[in-house]
T-cell receptor, first 112, second 114 residues
Framework: KAGVTQTPRYLIKTRGQQVTLSCSPISGHRSVSWYQQTPGQGLQFLFEYFSETQRNKGNFPGRFSGRQFSNSRSEMNVSTLELGDSALYLCASNYSENYGYTFGSGTRLTVV | KNQVEQSPQSLIILEGKNCTLQCNYTVSPFSNLRWYKQDTGRGPVSLTI?????NTKSNGRYTATLDADTKQSSLHITASQLSDSASYICVVNDRGSTLGRLYFGRGTQLTVWP
């Protein structure tokens, strides 16, 4: 069965712009969570959605936002991009916590 | 403060040798602990997941152990292969009655040399 699909795979933006990343979870998975991964900070939790509702949020500024659609697909938006936002953004979905999270391959965002 | 600490930060071993990676956590309440393998530039791939009542879980040449009393876990890799070169990340879920959130270690970078 198809895994978690993230698009685009790579993205280059300039400071001040905004960006929208997309994540399609595994069919049947209703939970989608987003993470930022940088060499200095490792993986950091951004937020989690379940049935179109944000259930949990990490310690990121309000420039980072997300949403989930009725088909469980999710988008993440970053406004007013900063150089420090350059990172690998990962999306993960799961059916139930004890079944584990499945990660997508990520979107590599570079802000110049 | 909920934290997950992994050691060593990096490790180099020769092909065919065994190795053990460590994970200590302070996350509470504890729900489950997972080990992921992440190849460079790719998303993490789940290796094992263990709940409070499980002490050991194997996935091929990977064996994870969990001591919930001391809040320690280890990942043992047997007969290493070049393809085992990756970052290994320990993740702890603090779920209470909701989906909870995940706490990530910074990973151990394993390099297997021929």
């Amino acid at each position: 069965k198809a895994g978690v699909t993230q698009t685009p795979r790579y993205l280059i933006k300039t400071r001040g712009q905004q960006v929208t990343l997309s994540c399609s979870p595994i069919s049947g998975h209703r939970s989608v969570s987003w993470y930022q991964q940088t060499p200095g900070q490792g993986l950091q939790f951004l937020f989690e959605y379940f049935s179109e509702t944000q259930r949990n949020k990490g310690n990121f500024p309000g420039r980072f936002s997300g949403r989930q659609f009725s088909n469980s697909r999710s988008e993440m938006n970053v406004s007013t991009l900063e150089l420090g936002d350059s990172a690998l953004y990962l999306c993960a979905s799961n059916y139930s916590e004890n079944y584990g999270y499945t990660f997508g391959s990520g979107t590599r965002l570079t802000v110049v | 403060k909920n934290q997950v600490e992994q050691s060593p930060q990096s490790l180099i071993i020769l092909e065919g040798k065994n190795c053990t990676l460590q994970c200590n956590y302070t996350v509470s309440p504890f729900s489950n602990l997972r080990w992921y393998k992440q190849d460079t530039g790719r998303g993490p791939v789940s290796l094992t997941i263990m709940t409070f009542s499980e002490n050991t879980k194997s996935n091929g040449r990977y064996t994870a152990t969990l001591d919930a009393d001391t809040k320690q876990s280890s990942l043992h890799i047997t007969a290493s292969q070049l393809s085992d070169s990756a970052s290994y990340i320990c993740v702890v879920n603090d779920r209470g009655s909701t989906l909870g959130r995940l706490y990530f270690g910074r990973g151990t970078q394993l390099t297997v040399w021929p």
